[in-house]
C-alpha cells in the first residue's frame, strides 16, 4: 500500500513536470511591417545618402507606430531603438533624435554625411485590432521594420527635409 502511495506521488510530481513544460506563457512578439516609398529629393542623393533615407525613412515609420501603440512619442532615439528591429541605426554615426513635441508630434532628426534633415511626424492611425496592440505590452515585443523599396525621383522633397531647404 505505501509503495502504491509512493509510487502515485512519483507519477503525479512527474506528470506535473511534464505539464509545466507544456504550459505557455506570452511570448514577445512583433509587428512587422515592409515599406514602399516614394521619396523626392533637391538633389541626386549619394549611395550612402540613400541608405540614410531609407534606414531614416523606417525610423520615422517605427516612431510613429511606437505613438500608436503606447499613446505617447518615444522620449528618445534609445527608446525607439530598444523597441524596434530592422533598422541599422549605425548609418547615422550617432547624429539620429526624436524629439517628442508638445502638440503631438515629434521631430526626427538624422545626419545624412552631409546635412542634418528633419521632418516634423505626427500620428497615424495604423487601424490594427486590440490584440495586435495589448501584444504590444508584452516584455520583448518589437516593431519590426521590413526593407524600403524606394523610388527616388528628383522634385520636391515630401519627407526629410534639409538644412537650408524649403518645402515646395
Known sequence: MQAK?????????????????????????????AIRVDR???????????????????????????????????????????????????????????????????EISIFDGENTRSVQATPIDFQLSNVARQQSRLPGFKIEVGAVSSHQPLGANNSFKADGFAAA
Open 40 to 106: 523626392y529629393s533637391e538633389m541626386p542623393l549619394s549611395e550612402y545618402q540613400s541608405r540614410v533615407m531609407d534606414e531614416a525613412t523606417k525610423l520615422s515609420y517605427a516612431a510613429r507606430m511606437f505613438r500608436y501603440l503606447y499613446g505617447r512619442w518615444p522620449a528618445n532615439i534609445e527608446e525607439i531603438k530598444s523597441k524596434s528591429a530592422g533598422i541599422n541605426f549605425d548609418v547615422f554615426r550617432g547624429r539620429a533624435s526624436i524629439t517628442p513635441s508638445s502638440n503631438d508630434s515629434a
Open 5 to 33: 502511495i509512493i509510487l502515485t506521488a512519483l507519477l503525479v510530481g512527474m506528470l506535473s513536470i511534464v505539464l509545466a513544460g507544456c504550459v505557455t506563457t506570452p511570448k514577445a512578439t512583433s509587428y512587422a511591417s
